[in-house]
């Protein structure tokens, strides 16, 4: 475990030191074609430092902020878009570093102004439906309402690209207080169930297989959610600055679209948005027209997503790739089309009650994840080997209490 800590320090290093490298190229290389030369050696070497590590929780946690999140920032950067390319001139090292490897987001100052269209034009109203046909109360030459990024599930956050704050909510400002107060003891209830569950995995001969899938599930919430609060806590101190939620209590989804778009996840969303949905999707509208250009862009997206996750678990197991994880993001970016098609066509006229569309979402999800997404968890060892290096981490935390009690 020392020598895998040590590889862990040594991968982190390399990455800090490989984005300072390409903060000094944004200085004194345009975006674009030359900016995207310069950088192809450092984003093929992110795809080869996490080959260095072999433990899951190190080895996939920096999988997915290197040769993921990492990569796609980059490629953005060479273009001059993406959260690496600010419009404040003088953004320092340290941000454009932390925020180039980090699975983080900065909120942005700038207040929202919730009742500015209602001034301007109180009269107007917004279609209900992403593809609904023009109202006959509309104009003749009114063109039909395309799909919204906001309407669309992988690539679109509920949060407001602005003020980072939910779109539909008109008191921003007391709500983010509301929510400081909260977020911490939110964490702690987090931390202490995963802590929970890790001890409940020591009875586990005597749990039926399928409720340990069902375990497997609460775990990678409940780590993924403690891992990157963290993070995003040791880069809000180091920083000094506000950032947006990486995931928005996706037990509370209605739809596949709330769960992929509003709630699970949001740093992947964002990252996929910008590099895979939005440029699909505007190659899309000019061949079929900009009303159905987001579904395209939809199974793309996830598709990608898809491969992403195949390579992740390359990193953990070193195991040649069966894509039972490509068809699982597949599979959801289908559903999510018809879904999305289904809402337009029965805007306003039927919906399901939350009470049954909800648990409906959860037990799609949690089914096709034992179908398509688990077996190749199980198939790298990925949990055996997770519960040894827990055990060994409460090991070493029992030696050090003992030195210093």
Not at 218 to 229: D, G, K, N, R
Request: with cysteine; glycine share 6%.
């Amino acid at each position: 475990m020392e020598g895998e800590v040590n590889n862990f320090i040594r991968v982190w290093l390399s990455v800090f030191i490989s984005l300072s490298c390409c903060y000094l190229i944004s200085k004194v290389v345009p975006k674009g074609p030359t900016r995207l030369f310069c950088v192809l050696p450092i984003i093929f070497f992110f795809l080869f430092l996490p080959l260095n590590l072999q433990s899951p929780q190190l080895g996939g946690t920096s999988a997915f902020c290197i040769a993921w999140l990492a990569n796609f920032k980059l490629i953005l950067f060479a273009f001059g878009k993406g959260p690496l390319c600010s419009d404040d001139s003088s953004i320092s090292l340290a941000r454009f570093v932390a925020v180039g490897c980090l699975p983080i987001k900065i909120q942005r100052d700038t207040p929202p102004k919730p009742l500015e269209k209602f001034r301007n034009n109180p009269n107007k109203t917004q279609s209900t439906s992403p593809l609904s046909p023009v109202n006959d109360q509309h104009k003749e030459n009114s063109s039909p309402k395309p799909l919204e990024r906001d309407e669309i599930t992988h690539p679109s956050p509920p949060i407001s690209h602005v003020s980072g704050q939910s779109k539909e909510n008109p008191y921003p400002t007391s709500r983010k207080s509301r929510e400081g107060h909260i977020y911490p003891l939110k964490q702690a209830v987090m931390g202490l169930l995963l802590v929970i569950l890790i001890r409940v995995y020591s009875y586990i001969e005597h749990v039926h297989p399928k409720v340990i899938l069902l375990l497997y599930c609460f775990h990678i919430y409940l780590s993924l959610e403690v891992i990157l609060a963290i993070v995003a806590t040791l880069a809000r101190v180091v920083l000094g600055v506000g950032l947006e939620p990486q995931f928005n209590e996706p037990y509370l989804s209605s739809s596949l679209q709330d769960f992929w778009g509003r709630r699970w996840n949001l740093m992947a969303s964002n990252i996929l948005r910008t590099t895979v949905y939005d440029p699909m999707r505007h190659a899309a509208a000019g061949v079929i027209g900009s009303r159905w250009a987001s579904l395209p862009a939809i199974f793309t997206t996830f598709a990608v997503s898809g491969l992403m996750h195949e390579l992740v678990y390359y990193y953990m197991g070193r195991l040649k790739p069966t894509w039972e994880v490509t068809w699982f993001f597949i599979l959801h970016g289908c559903c999510l089309i018809v879904e999305v098609v289904l809402k337009a066509l029965f805007a306003g006229r039927w919906r399901l009650p939350r009470l049954i569309s909800g648990p409906l979402t959860i037990g799609f999800v949690i089914v096709t994840s034992f179908w398509l997404f688990f077996p190749q968890f199980l198939r790298c060892e990925a949990d055996k080997r997770s519960l040894q290096e827990y055990a060994t981490l409460a090991e070493f935390l029992k030696n050090v209490t003992r030195r210093i009690f």
